[in-house]
């Protein structure tokens, strides 16, 4: 997921795993609370624009989804691999171009009703009609299926259009638990595809009885409408809506049609409050058992007896750089973004200006997830050598200082980029300013360009797999994700070709080697690995283990969590 | 608005009947309230003009996510087409009004699939409920501090109350939320071990109300205790009162009767423009303590450029003033003798 | 904080056709009034505040306001050697207080500034003219003020904001500008309720009988005549363009760092309100002070240059 801002007060407070011990220092063998008491209260920090997991795009909503509904697959604790999830198994053709995948006998909708694979089809046709407009659609979808390369092509107004796009994508349902899938090239990465939320099986009958009967495939409001209300919001995932007070928060009961049998929690209610302080006072008089802690309040929680032990600092698969834009001189110049790059003290980053609650890194794919490799320090903070290289390039500092830093309009944005600044201003002796402005117009800017320096931006991965990373800066993401648009000889082809490939060594191999050309190059500056840094009272015990999927956008794995007895 | 009136009615153009009727003091007052009713609806057409182009002049999009994956451009244009925003401007303007005659709102962009007016109509019952209790509180306590002040001129009372009053006015409301809540809920939670404390944040028919009303309440209060301290001294000192004081009634008579009846008239005129206050501080007083009404809506609305909503909750603000508006003109014609409606 | 504006505007400002020794009587009753020295004499503090803080930076008296210290983040009061503790990058919390004064006043008087020529203009036609286009600009100041004001100032400031781009100046401008927008109405109608009553009196009969120019003897008598309630309004307007700019910082739409003001310390003061208290305190402690002193003088002011009030 691209990350633009570091939404920190509306990151979701994630329900780690902890191998060793629950909350606090607790014994294992501290009772659970009766069922009465088994209620969770956290913050999910904004509310979701969208009940329907297609429509999802965001962590806050993605939340609500993952626990509604269930996807063929999910990813193992450790992230290595994947694991079933609606899906008991999966085979893959040997020419890698179909998937087939074996529906559980056992699962079922919240209404009772059985998860065929019929579901799924109409689930991901529904998600690649263009009428719809469904934000995850492009790349995963639209370019693994095999159809769906027509989807920018298809005008969404033209019914008979729409219908023949859809009839001919690759999804079919030979028996009522199977889900087919032809793609249009071999992907290695798909089974990760099959992973995200936005996946989930639809039921047509629910979605027509909403919309009032059937309608033609380029009514998107009516396809719409059965995501409103809790009461048409079906599931086949552990949880189950009881109840949504718009702006305020919504309540999941559990799902007792559940293949996986219910969990403890009787009831996880979240809260939508984007007020880091609300929520923390909240926290305090009780009235929340988990939030993600606010920057601006973590020295007040460290420096507090009782508060620092109930706090957890979890990684997270994001990443954060600065976005140089190559079409602009002097930045066209390597050396110079080198320079930029050399230029900033990460460790004051991370440790003050941050109080710990990041880590500082030079390359691209995080900690935790396959293919991290911080072995190529060409990146790392040196001023000497930062001045040597502005000085190779042959800049002048007044043609630097015309450069501006966009600068997003939120407070921590504007917090670490006048940091920065103030780095740059400092270690090269320049005079550079800020450019702050409406978050909106950044983006609208970005995309066309126009801008000399930009950040932070930033990456989440949607599965751990390092295809979701690499994309980002293709040639032929420019201007979409790649803003910067470097040019960087040897990259495309190395990662379609690891995009491609099937030998999982060979893979890691072409990965490694196109990040290196991204850091050597300094296409973009690297600068840290964002952490969460949570609390939860020491009655929450929720499994937590480091690098779980649970720190995938959205994860929240309340299944196996429980309330003790307080 | 009412002015003193200086020439007649072109009585020659309008039905005798409707002369007549205009000649009794309850019928010019219905002609009057009429005209401004239907007044309002050019006001109104032009509150949806300059919103519109003033919306549309930002160079964002809609579909420019603040942060998370952006959109491909393919999905931009689809959603262009399903928000009819492909279309000329002046061609959706005219739909957006033609919709709004029939009242439909359209669908918010930020909360897909949703009505504005089912947005608004569910976070207009908080708005509407922190408004009017604050307003219940701030005529009596603005009033009554400022009749108190003005009897008690010079004391030690008047000293207290104005000086409140003051420093109430000069200090930003929402510092004051904040540290009420660092301080009677937090604080107390922990002073107490969790006995007795305010809650910090939602909307709760209960003590829930005392620190968002207090928030909203206090600068109203303090403006209008002041005015009404000056137009009742104002009133105090004129000739009438001291003919009744002479007269021997007793105090409470004369206050009740002459000087609140008269210093009135310009608290009564600020009473508008609190309301519109009220409308602007319930954004703050919502982001502190956590309240689903639309004052929170509205800003988010305009962050996310959800054309629909701003234009929706601007329409509604505007109409609630002007509605006050009106009303503070109709009890002007009750309460200042001078006054006669055109 | 429309609210005193109306008040004003009702109040039934008496045109004194006698001129001389108004100011003199006007000067004799200010002085006379402590609360309006007390706040006459905050203003000066504050005016001297603004412009001498970067001389006293470049004396290495004052710590530079833009200067980060990360080390030191969020320092109490005296702590690391900050007199009022350090903001989230750092910054000398008494420096940022002292330069902010400039913005602060700035945003004061120059939105006044603004408003002066709109509001008379307006005014001047809506009186001077009467008749139809009286009742236009009426109606035109009818749908200004059924604007919610904040809501127009939002629309405006993200819809310019990034025209403007990094330039101090001109975001500052259009800040300004934005704010004035939504506050003429008053000065408007003050100025021509005074037109009104000016033009009822019978020496303008008498002057157009006898030939001479209207506009220029309004003109003549307006302005010395409604010069003190000009300048209350004026003067009572000045607090609020400051509120109205720590709102739009609180939500974030305000003046953008580095450039240090008031409302912005109050926003980032809010939001480390547990960790570091006295953060969100000073500023709200200087805005409050100001607005104080705004309203003291503006209060004499009024009593002073109000020729019916007798002390």
Not at chain 1, 78 to 95: K, R
Not at chain 2, 122 to 131: M, N
Not at chain 2, 226 to 248: C, M, P, Y
Not at chain 3, 183 to 192: D, H, M, P, S
Request: with cysteine; proline share 5%; aromatic share 10%.
């Amino acid at each position: 997921m691209h990350l633009g801002s570091r939404v920190r007060a509306v990151a979701l407070a994630t329900a780690g795993v902890l191998i060793v011990a629950c909350g606090t220092s607790t014994s294992t063998s501290e009772a659970k609370a009766s069922p009465d008491k088994q209620i969770l209260r956290v913050n999910d920090g904004t509310e979701p624009n969208s009940y329907d997991p297609g429509q999802e795009t965001y962590t806050y909503e993605a939340a609500v989804g993952r626990n509604v509904f269930e996807p063929l697959l999910t990813p193992k604790s450790d992230l290595s691999d994947v694991q079933p999830a609606a899906a008991s198994s999966y085979d893959v053709s040997s020419d890698g171009l179909t998937y087939t995948f074996h529906i559980r006998t056992n699962a079922k909708w919240s209404d009772g009703q059985p998860l065929t694979g019929q579901d799924f089809v109409y689930g991901w046709q529904r998600l690649l009609n263009p009428a719809l407009a469904a934000g995850y659609v492009d790349p995963f979808f639209d370019q693994s299926v095999a159809g769906g390369q027509n989807y920018s092509n298809v005008d969404p107004t033209d019914t008979a259009a729409v219908d023949s796009f859809i009839q001919g994508l690759g999804l079919s349902a030979p028996d009522d638990h199977t889900f087919k899938v032809q793609l249009q090239h071999p992907a290695a990465y798909f089974k990760w595809v099959a992973t995200l939320w936005v996946g989930a099986p639809i039921r047509k009958d629910i979605v027509e009885k909403a919309a009032g009967g059937s309608f033609p495939s380029t009514d998107a409001t009516k396809a719409e409408m059965w995501a409103q209300s809790k009461d048409t919001v079906i599931g086949n995932g552990p949880y189950k809506i009881s109840e949504i007070v718009s702006k305020d928060h919504v309540t999941l009961v559990p799902n007792s049609n559940y293949w996986g049998g219910s969990g403890t929690l009787q009831q996880i209610i979240l809260y939508f409050i984007a007020d880091g302080n609300t929520a923390f006072s909240k926290y305090q008089t009780g009235a929340l058992d988990q939030i993600n802690v606010p920057i601006a309040d973590v020295t007040v929680v460290r420096g507090d007896s009782t508060l620092s032990k109930q706090a957890h600092l979890l990684p997270e698969l994001t990443v954060f750089w600065m976005t140089y834009n190559t079409k602009r001189a002097p930045l066209d110049n390597p050396d110079v973004r080198m320079a930029f790059s050399k230029a900033i003290d990460r460790d004051k980053l991370v440790n003050d200006v941050e109080h710990g609650t990041d880590k500082a890194i030079e390359s691209f794919f995080p900690r935790g997830m396959n293919g991290y490799d911080d072995s190529d320090k060409a990146q790392s903070f040196d001023p000497t050598a930062a001045k040597a290289l502005l000085q190779k390039a042959g800049v002048t500092a007044d043609q630097l200082n015309k450069l501006k830093l966009l600068t997003r309009n939120s407070t921590g944005n504007k917090t670490l980029n006048q940091f920065i600044v103030d780095q740059w201003n400092t270690n090269l002796g320049l005079n550079m300013q800020t450019d702050i402005i409406d978050s909106k117009t950044v983006t609208r800017n970005i995309r066309k360009g126009d801008f000399d320096i930009y950040g932070p931006d930033g990456w989440g991965a949607d599965y751990p797999d390092q295809q979701d990373w690499a994309d980002i800066f293709t040639s032929t993401s420019c201007h979409g994700l790649n803003f910067g648009c470097p040019t960087l000889a040897g990259y495309d082809d190395l990662v379609q070709k690891a995009d491609t490939e099937t030998d999982q060594a060979q893979r890691n191999k072409d990965y490694a080697a196109a990040q290196k050309i991204l850091i050597d190059q300094a296409a973009v500056g690297f600068i840290f690995q964002q952490y969460e840094y949570d609390i939860w009272k020491p009655y929450v015990h929720l499994v937590q283990s480091p690098f779980d999927d649970e720190y995938l956008p959205g994860d929240q794995n309340y299944h196996s969590g429980y309330i003790l007895q307080h | 608005m009412a002015v003193i009136a200086g020439r007649p009615t072109r009585g020659a153009l309008l039905p005798p009947w409707l002369v007549a009727f205009s000649g009794t003091r309850g019928g010019s007052l219905a002609i009057f309230v009429a005209r401004r009713v239907l007044w309002m609806i050019p006001v109104l057409f032009f509150v949806i003009c300059i919103t519109f182009v003033l919306m549309h002049l930002a160079p964002g999009s809609p579909w420019d996510k603040n942060g998370g994956r952006q959109l491909s451009q393919s999905v931009v244009n689809n959603l262009n087409i399903k928000y009819g925003l492909n279309k000329p401007l002046g061609v959706q303007f005219l739909y957006y009004l033609w919709n709004v005659a029939h009242f439909d709102f359209g669908l918010s962009y930020q909360y897909e699939g949703q009505t504005v007016y089912g947005l608004i109509a569910s976070g207009l019952p908080y708005t509407a409920t922190l408004g009017i209790l604050a307003f219940l509180v701030i005529v009596p306590v603005g009033i009554g501090l400022g009749v108190l002040a003005a009897l008690r001129q010079n004391s030690r009372v008047d000293y207290a109350t104005m000086g409140f009053a003051t420093v109430a006015a000069s200090f930003p409301n929402f510092v004051v939320g904040a540290l009420m809540v660092v301080l009677f809920s937090v604080l107390m939670y922990k002073w107490t071990g969790g006995s007795f404390y305010l809650p910090s944040a939602d909307f709760g028919l209960d003590q829930h109300l005392i620190m968002p009303v207090i928030t909203l309440a206090l600068l109203p209060i303090a403006y209008t205790a002041r005015l009404t301290r000056a137009s009742t001294l104002e009133v105090i000192r004129q000739d009438f009162v001291r003919t009744a004081w002479a007269k021997g009634l007793s105090e409470r008579l004369v206050v009740i009767k002459h000087i609140l009846k008269n210093s009135l008239i310009p608290v009564v005129t600020t009473l508008g423009p609190t309301f519109a206050f009220l409308v602007t501080g319930s954004v703050i007083t919502e982001t502190i303590f956590n309240i689903p009404g639309i004052g929170r809506a509205f800003v988010t609305s305009i962050e996310s450029y959800d054309y629909p909503m701003i234009l929706g909750t601007t329409i509604l603000f505007a109409f609630v003033i002007a509605v006050c508006n009106l009303v503070v003109d109709i009890l002007y014609v009750f309460i200042d003798p001078r006054v006669r409606l055109t | 904080m429309a609210l005193a504006d109306t008040a004003l505007e009702r109040t039934d400002w008496d045109v004194a056709e006698q001129q001389i020794g108004l100011w003199q009587d006007a000067w004799q009753r200010f002085r006379r009034n402590r609360l309006a020295i007390v706040g006459a004499v905050i203003i000066v503090f504050l005016v001297l505040v603004a412009f001498l803080s970067p001389l006293l930076v470049g004396l290495h008296i004052l710590q530079s306001p833009v200067k980060q210290n990360v080390e030191f983040i969020e320092s109490g009061v005296g702590q690391n050697g900050f007199v009022l503790g350090s903001d989230e990058l750092g910054r000398d919390t008494l420096a940022r207080l002292m330069f902010g004064s400039q913005v602060s006043l700035a945003v004061g008087v120059l939105v006044q500034l603004i408003i002066l020529p709109i509001g008379l203009a307006i005014g001047l036609a809506a009186g001077y003219w009467g008749g139809r286009v009286d009742n236009l600009l009426m109606r035109f100041t009818d749908i200004w003020w059924a604007f919610p004001d904040l809501l127009f100032v939002l629309v405006v400031v993200s819809v310019f904001q990034q025209r403007v781009g990094a330039n101090v100046i001109a975001d500052l401008l259009m800040i300004f500008g934005a704010i004035a927008l939504v506050n003429w109405v008053a000065l408007a109608r003050l100025v021509r309720g005074q037109v009104l009553s000016i033009k009822e009196k019978e020496f303008i009969e008498a002057a157009r009988s006898s030939g001479s120019a209207p506009l220029k003897l309004i003109l003549k008598h307006l302005l010395p005549n409604s010069l003190g309630p000009i300048i209350v309004t004026l003067t009572f307007g000045i607090p609020q363009a400051i509120f109205l700019e720590a709102v739009l910082s609180f939500i974030g739409f305000g003046i953008q760092p580095p450039t240090p003001t008031w409302g912005q310390m109050v926003n980032s003061g809010y939001e480390n309100i547990y960790a570091n208290p006295s953060s969100v305190v000073f500023p709200a402690l200087a805005i409050g002070f100001t607005l104080l002193a705004f309203s003291f003088l503006g209060d004499g002011l009024r009593d002073a240059l109000d020729p019916r009030m007798k002390r």
